[in-house]
């Protein structure tokens, strides 16, 4: 998944990263009756 966004971004491999985590059974996602997505995103200009 990585390399797929890197090539994507034409960013090198090792300058992206994901991680996955779980809700620990809390709320309704940790109860299987939802999902969820976060994303971060840090952008600089190239000069």
Not at 4 to 32: H, Y
Request: glycine share 8%; hydrophobic share 45%.
């Amino acid at each position: 998944m990585c390399s797929s966004i890197a090539a994507a971004l034409s960013a090198p491999r090792d300058r992206v990263n994901v991680k996955a985590t779980t809700t620990e059974q809390l709320g309704a996602i940790g109860r299987g009756e939802g999902i969820a997505c976060h994303a971060v995103v840090l952008l600089e200009a190239c000069e």
